[in-house]
């Protein structure tokens, strides 16, 4: 049972490129959720899905896209990155929204 | 006025001392969260709490509705109690989750 797995760990872009942060959870959870931490601020979301087919928009959606085409997998896009979007990003699940959610490891994304 | 506000910022202590980091907020909730933020980043949920009292080993979690603040109290803290502690409201409204800027504890031999 590996929990919520998030790759890559680390990850240094160029402005303007595309990349896709994976998430996965293998505890069969509803709820995915994405996150940035920046420095001297708390989490704040980025999108959710409550459901495979199912996503929207958190606190800071613009400049990434989220799908759910399985109940496992939550991948996060940067469509073109920008050094606004350097972070440190996780991923979380729990079984349905309001639950004690289950954190990833974090991917530290620096856009330069 | 943010509407979730963690004390104090930061927090160093001795083993063995009895830590408490507190949390205020303005907003209803239909629950509160603390977690735990270890040094490599990684984040683990330890209480949720809606009213009252709960306890899990050294840590003690309380929350006052009326008062809107919640408080997390360590005995017997040890260094690796070393950690981030993030209190999370969950807006009773919206039904999104707030988080708290953190608290930096730092527990020393």
């Known amino acids: 049972n590996a929990g919520v797995t998030q790759t890559p760990k680390f990850q240094v872009l160029k402005t303007g490129q595309s990349m896709t942060l994976q998430c996965a959870q293998d505890m069969n959870h509803e709820y995915m959720s994405w996150y940035r931490q920046d420095p001297g601020m708390g989490l704040r979301l980025i999108h959710y899905s409550v459901g495979a087919g199912i996503t929207d928009q958190g606190e800071v959606p613009n400049g990434y896209n989220v799908s759910r085409s399985t109940t496992e997998d939550f991948p996060l896009r940067l469509l073109s990155a920008a050094p606004s979007q350097t972070s440190v990003y996780f991923c979380?699940?729990?079984?349905?929204?309001?639950?004690?959610?289950?954190f990833g490891d974090g991917t530290r994304l620096s856009i330069l | 006025k943010n509407e979730v506000e963690q004390s104090p910022q930061n927090l160093t202590a001795q083993e063995g001392e009895f830590i408490t980091i507190n949390c205020s907020y303005s907003?209803?909730?239909?629950?509160l969260h603390w977690l735990q933020q270890h040094p490599g980043g990684g984040i683990v949920s330890l209480f949720m709490l809606s009213s009252g009292k709960k306890k899990h080993g050294r840590l003690i979690a309380t929350i006052n509705i009326q008062e809107k603040h919640s408080s997390l109290h360590i005995t017997a803290s040890h260094p690796r109690d070393s950690a981030v502690y993030i209190c999370a409201l969950r807006n009773y409204n919206t039904d999104k989750l707030i988080f708290g800027t953190g608290t930096r504890l730092q527990v020393f031999p």
């Open positions: 907003v209803g909730i239909s629950a």
């Open positions: 979380a699940s729990s079984y349905f929204v309001g639950q004690p959610q289950h």
